[in-house]
Every structure is written in structure tokens, then in C-alpha cells.
T-cell receptor, first 114, second 114 residues
Framework: GAGVSQSPSNKVTEKGKDVELRCDPI?????LYWYRQSLGQGLEFLIY????????KSGLPSDRFSAERTGGSVSTLTIQRTQQEDSAVYLC????????????FGPGTRLTVL | AQSVTQPDIHITVSEGASLELRCNYS??????LFWYVQSPGQGLQLLLK??????LVQGIKGFEAEFKRSQSSFNLRKPSVHWSDAAEYFC????????????FGTGTRLTVIP
């Protein structure tokens, strides 16, 4: 079956602009996660959605970052007023969480802020 | 606090040689442990996972890992490395509490020489 997909695969933007990154999880997966992978770093947790529950936003680095998940499926990560330190690969993962704890990752969106 | 340490940033092995990648974790509850592999420009692919039971787990591509609670380790092994194994390897820990997000190590980059 189809895996997790993300778009765009690459995004170049200018400092101060807003960007939106999209994630399509695996059909039927109730859990959705966003992570950030900076150069030479491991993955940093950003936000977690589980079903219709309120999202866990504890990993968001600043109030410029937000995410939503519409209809329990597609998710959008929005970064407002981008800064150069936001440059990274943003990875989305989905899973069955409560039953599996296994996360399946998309290919990521590489964001470059000039 | 939860954390994962991968002490080897970069490992080089000859094709056909054996491989062991180290992973140590710190986790307050019963850990769920994972190894993921990331090829250049790709997302993370799950190699194997440990939740409970037999402490030696088998994964895809001929990889295995052994959970040693007394050493807080979950080292990844492969008896004979192939050139296609060259990639970045990430160890991760999660668990039954909180948001189920994973905590990742900073990765080990594997180079395979012919």
C-alpha cells in the first residue's frame, strides 16, 4: 500500500516568509508526528496528533510553528516568519500508536531559508 | 529524562565484514526500541523493533539487535555487510507513556569499502 507522502520535497524560501509543509499519512493510521532533522543532528520531535485528541505541541520550538490535521488525515505544518535556523529536513510519520508504537516515515521536505 | 546515545558518529567497514552499531538509552519506563536506516535523500526505514519477549530481534536486510537491560543497550549487528548497507543508522526509544513520540540518537553514518 501507499506509504507516507510529503510535499513539497524541497522548499527554498526567503527569510521572513511563511511556509506550509504537507503530510499525507498512511490510510487508517490515527497517529501523526512531525519531526525536524537538522544537519548533523538526530530527529527532534515537534508535534503529535492522535485521533481527535488535542495535539501534543510540546516539541514546537517557538510560536512561529504550528500544525493542524484536518479530518484526522492530512496534516500541514506552518512556519511563520521563517528564520535561517529553520533550515532543516522536516519529516512526517504516521502510525497506529495505541496498538503498535511503530512509526512509518515519509521522505521529508527539505527546507532552505535564505 | 529520555535520551539515546550513539557513540560512533562514523564507521567504515569492508564489504563482507561484520558490523556492530552501538546504542545506549535512558528511559524511565519500559522502553520500546527501534533501529531505522536512512539512505541519502530518503526518509527513515524501519529495520527492526523491540517491545518485549526475546531480547534478540531479527529485522530486515539481515540485521539483528540485542536488548540488554542491564547495560541499557540495543546494539545493531550484521554478520556480513553489503555495499548497499551504506547509509545513516538511527536508534530510537519510545514507550508506553506520554505522547508516544520517539527520542532519536544523532545517528551513525556507515561507509562500506569494497
Amino acid at each position: 500500500g501507499a506509504g507516507v507522502s510529503q510535499s513539497p520535497s524541497n522548499k527554498v524560501t526567503e527569510k521572513g516568509k511563511d511556509v506550509e509543509l504537507r503530510c499525507d499519512p498512511i490510510s487508517g493510521h490515527t497517529a501523526l508526528y512531525w519531526y525536524r532533522q537538522s544537519l548533523g543532528q538526530g530527529l527532534e520531535f515537534l508535534i503529535y496528533f492522535q485521533g481527535n485528541s488535542a495535539p501534543d505541541k510540546s516539541g514546537l520550538p517557538s510560536d512561529r510553528f504550528s500544525a493542524e490535521r484536518t479530518g484526522g488525515s492530512v496534516s500541514t505544518l506552518t512556519i511563520q516568519r521563517t528564520q535561517q535556523e529553520d533550515s532543516a529536513v522536516y519529516l512526517c510519520a504516521s502510525g497506529e500508536a495505541l496498538t503498535s508504537h511503530t512509526q512509518y516515515f515519509g521522505p521529508g521536505t527539505r527546507l532552505t531559508v535564505l | 529524562a529520555q535520551s539515546v546515545t550513539q557513540p560512533d558518529i562514523h564507521i567504515t567497514v569492508s564489504e563482507g565484514a561484520s558490523l556492530e552499531l552501538r546504542c545506549n538509552y535512558s528511559y524511565g519506563a519500559t522502553p520500546y526500541l527501534f533501529w531505522y536506516v536512512q539512505s541519502p535523500g530518503q526518509g527513515l526505514q524501519l529495520l527492526l523493533k523491540y517491545f518485549s519477549g526475546d531480547t534478540l530481534v531479527q529485522g530486515i536486510k539481515g540485521f539483528e539487535a540485542e536488548f540488554k537491560r542491564s547495560q541499557s543497550s540495543f546494539n545493531l549487528r550484521k554478520p556480513s555487510v553489503h555495499w548497499s548497507d551504506a547509509a545513516e543508522y538511527f536508534c530510537a526509544v519510545g514507550g508506553s507513556g506520554g505522547a508516544n513520540n520517539l527520542f532519536f540518537g544523532t545517528g551513525t553514518r556507515l561507509t562500506v569499502i569494497p
